[in-house]
């Protein structure tokens, strides 16, 4: 079946780089997906990668990809107060466009 | 200029009711989806429409009927609403062809009382 797993919750200080994993389980996901999600607001996009792809970087973003382990990372460097929120990794099912999502993570950013 | 839009963003309403949620799309993609986030934040999608045809129907109730009078716009009617349904149900768009990102609305916190 389709499966998403993520940590449910990541505490770090103010400056420090954050590393939020994930496991999934469609081994034909084609490309993966990042969304931020801050209180009482939609999803956004933050990046994403493609499953031909070991590694991304986007400024502060950096996502890395272990097509054989399905396991997806995501870190943050210098973590900032405004990168509180909730974090999920969505790999893309078939060809239909379907996201795979599970719980998030959900960062707490301490000053 | 919002990209997704649905309303309305708040809907409280009684056990037994019927509603509907409606989203629209000004970005031109071609398929557009519902998905439910539930209390402990677990996503999951619901249905999925391409050019007005239905594509995807997860194990759904019944009550739950999708609509897609144009490529625009995707709504969602619940018939007979029960506490379970109370979530936030989000709305989102991308472009299948081309695999462009999904693009997500506001959300609809739906609470049944």
């Known amino acids: 079946g389709e499966d998403v797993e993520q940590s449910l919750f990541l505490s770090v200080r103010e400056g420090d780089s954050s590393v939020i994993n994930c496991t999934y389980t469609?081994?034909?996901?084609?490309?993966l997906y990042w969304y931020k999600q801050e209180p009482g607001a939609g999803l956004q996009l933050l990046t994403y990668?493609?499953?031909?792809?070991d590694m991304k970087q986007d400024q502060r973003l950096t996502v890395l990809l272990n097509k054989k382990d399905k396991h997806l990372s995501l870190r943050i460097a210098d973590t900032q107060t405004g990168d509180s929120a909730i974090y999920f990794c969505?790999?893309?099912?078939?060809?239909?466009?379907?996201?795979?999502f599970g719980q998030g993570t959900t960062l707490q950013v301490k000053p | 200029d919002t990209a997704v839009s649905q309303t309305p963003k708040y809907l409280v309403t009684q056990m037994g009711n019927d509603k509907s949620i409606k989203c629209e799309q000004n970005?031109?993609?071609?398929?557009m989806y519902w998905y439910k986030q539930d209390s402990k934040k677990f996503l999951k999608i619901m249905f999925s429409?391409?050019?007005?045809?239905?594509?995807i129907n997860e194990t759904v109730p019944n009550r739950f009927s999708p609509k897609s009078p144009d490529k625009a716009h995707l709504n969602l009617h619940i018939n007979s609403l029960e506490l379970g349904d109370s979530a936030v149900y989000f709305c989102?768009?991308?472009?299948?062809?081309?695999?462009?990102?999904?693009?997500f609305g506001q959300g609809t916190r739906l609470t049944v009382v």
């Open positions: 469609d081994s034909s996901s084609t490309y």
């Open positions: 989102a768009s991308s472009h299948v062809q081309t695999r462009t990102e999904a693009f």
């Open positions: 969505a790999p893309v099912s078939g060809n239909t466009g379907k996201l795979i």
């Open positions: 990668i493609f499953s031909n792809m």
């Open positions: 970005l031109g993609h071609d398929t």
């Open positions: 429409y391409n050019n007005k045809e239905l594509i």
